[in-house]
């Protein structure tokens, strides 16, 4: 024997665990055989379970979390072993990116938002909007309806652009997840507006492009395609929710969860912590209720809860929720739809399904400039108007109708890219589920421990002297 | 596993029973919500021949998370003046925070850490913010919020 002869956990008289203080004498069987281990460089010595619990508690405790994998009492590192493939840490380093990414954007914004007047904001938010729907309804049209000079606006767009990234923000909460897309309103109010550039035309001339139904899409209908930004509009939070509920069951069969597991899912999935100085008593007194309630339901959470579906998703909203992350992906919809649509256009020169199925159609520009205004005449017809006015409702103005739908290109791409972004992020999950579950602490030797120490079942080999 | 806490406190009771260091006292532990020490600090102090009454309150994430701790303020017992200690008997140490606490402390380790926080007191003052915290706080010490603890930082 070369090698100064090292014990380890199983060679203790009496065993006690320094979490739950159970012991376990070498000589008395237990009577549940659970698992020691010595994960340290100290004398401490514990249950894997218990270990594994109290490590878990501490990663979602955000003010304990750097010291998690450590020994509380001489720092060592805990040494886990576990299922952690090379997906889920580079998916935990992308998660750390975003929300750093995010934690700089909140310092940015809060800088801005403190030296900006409300004019700024909305006047922030106006351009944003332009530049959303610019985004969203493709250039041509943007043209057409809004165009880059702020004079050719209709009053209505005052109102409604400002809104739009508002309602892009709200529609990220779950207060509004079930009830408003985000993108009905980029084009809520655009369909049966009047063209900027047709209303340059006299009135009159407009009201005669109106009747007089082209031959090439003779009266836009309900069932047309792509539908009508209307129908559309109706349906696609129709849609959505179709979409969730199939969406949470697959989340449930791919984490083998009960959909109870989500149920206190805070409206806001961050927790505001940027608190001002406060004065007034009252203040103070509703900040501290608050408190409790959350308290409380820390203690709910903290109650022996070891499901891991819930603790990676726990965990996964400590590391990615942050203000500036959540705003930024709101806001980010239309440039990613937008990317996403210019996408399926480039894809469709090869597939004439997928043409037919994005009603992709040339520029309306050379269309426009060909129709002739005479020959109608003044029929002061009230059956034709009242056609027009119906097929405005319906079909948005002709200008609509005809033109590039880049919209729904554009809403297709956003469907793709939301259904790729929840498998990931499902994936993330499922990985660190499979982490948590498969996590083992390693076991090491009293290696470097004075013997003399240890309350030993056989006396150390004489060999050592 | 709902029963972990109570197993490990009946180990720590049986250790109590077995001796407690001197100064420390088991007043009552009927129950495994609530138990009552008293505490005395020993030698030359500023709180020589004074006995004060400390309580512990257990909810079922115990050990995973600290106990809440506190002394006991009534008409009988008052709360030592120290700059640690609030008057509604609150103490301010970090074992007893989410941070400062691991299992590895025991209802004894406790009582020993505040046992010597009081013996090793230079100067019998209450905390800065003592007026500003007391009418505010809630009445379980684990319940304060974040703002209030960090206030004579703002103060």
Not at chain 2, 22 to 50: C, P, R
Not at chain 2, 64 to 86: E, G
């Amino acid at each position: 024997m070369s090698e100064p002869w090292v014990p380890t956990v199983d060679d203790l008289r009496v065993k006690m665990c320094y979490i739950c203080r159970e012991e376990e004498r070498y000589d008395v069987p237990a009577q549940a055989k659970t698992k020691w281990t010595h994960p340290c460089r100290c004398t401490l010595i514990a249950h894997e379970s218990c270990l594994l619990h109290w490590i878990q508690s501490s990663q979602e405790n955000q003010t304990r979390i750097e010291r998690a994998f450590k020994c509380p009492q001489c720092g060592a590192d805990y040494e886990i072993e576990s299922d952690n493939p090379l997906m889920l840490r580079l998916l935990n380093k992308l998660n750390k990116v975003l929300t750093s990414t995010g934690k700089v954007a909140t310092l940015v914004g809060m800088g801005t938002t403190i030296f900006t007047f409300a004019t700024c904001i909305y006047l922030m938010c106006t351009s944003y909007g332009a530049w959303a729907v610019r985004e969203f309804l493709g250039q041509e049209m943007f043209d057409l309806i809004l165009t880059e000079d702020p004079t050719n606006w209709p009053w209505h767009a005052y109102l409604n652009l400002p809104l739009i990234p508002l309602s892009l923000i709200l529609s990220r909460t779950t207060l509004w997840r079930s009830t408003v897309s985000p993108i009905v309103p980029l084009f809520l109010a655009w369909p049966t507006t009047l063209p900027v550039r047709e209303k340059r035309l006299d009135p009159q001339a407009w009201l005669r492009i109106q009747r007089a139904a082209p031959p090439v899409h003779p009266l836009p209908s309900l069932m047309s395609w792509p539908p009508a930004p209307i129908v559309a509009t109706i349906f696609l939070p129709l849609v959505q929710n179709v979409y969730r509920n199939l969406f949470s069951r697959f989340h449930h069969w791919v984490l083998n969860s009960e959909p109870s597991s989500e149920l206190h899912t805070p409206i806001f999935p961050w927790r505001l912590e940027i608190r001002f100085g406060q004065d007034a008593e009252d203040a103070a007194n509703e900040e501290a209720r608050e408190e409790n309630r959350a308290n409380e339901r820390q203690n709910r959470e903290d109650d022996g809860n070891q499901d891991p579906v819930a603790a990676a998703e726990r965990f996964q909203r400590i590391s990615s929720a942050s203000v500036g992350r959540y705003i930024g992906g709101a806001l980010l919809v239309p440039r990613i739809s937008n990317f996403m649509g210019s996408l399926l256009f480039r894809l469709s020169k090869h597939s004439d399904l997928l043409r037919k199925f994005l009603a992709i159609r040339p520029p309306l520009k050379d269309k426009l400039d060909g129709f002739s205004t005479g020959e109608v005449g003044t029929v002061s017809d009230l059956g034709q108007a009242v056609k027009a006015a119906f097929r405005v409702l319906i079909g948005g103005t002709r200008t609509w109708t005809e033109a590039d739908p880049v919209w729904w290109r554009n809403s297709v791409g956003l469907g793709i890219f939301v259904v790729v972004k929840d498998c990931v992020s499902l994936l993330h999950l499922y990985l660190t589920k499979r982490e948590i579950q498969t996590r083992r602490v390693k076991n090491k030797s009293f290696k470097g421990i004075d013997i003399r120490e240890l309350d030993l079942i056989l006396p150390p080999p004489m060999t050592l002297f | 596993m709902a029963l972990a806490h109570t197993r490990r406190l009946n180990k720590e009771l049986a250790e109590i029973h077995a001796g407690t260091p001197v100064g420390i006292n088991l007043v009552n532990a009927d129950t495994f919500e609530k138990w009552l020490f008293t505490i005395e600090v020993m030698g030359t102090s500023e709180y020589e021949a004074k006995k004060f009454l400390l309580m512990f309150r257990f909810d079922n994430t115990y050990p995973i998370s600290a106990p809440a701790v506190q002394f006991v303020v009534d008409d009988t017992h008052k709360a030592p003046v120290h700059p640690h200690v609030y008057s509604n008997g609150h103490i301010c140490a970090s074992i007893l925070g989410r941070e400062g606490w691991s299992p590895v402390l025991t209802v004894i380790a406790v009582c020993i850490t505040i046992q010597s926080m009081l013996a090793s007191c230079k100067k019998k003052e209450p905390p800065l913010d003592n007026d500003r915290y007391v009418p505010r706080a809630p009445e379980n010490p684990k319940k304060v919020s974040i703002s209030l603890m960090v206030s004579p930082l703002l103060a």
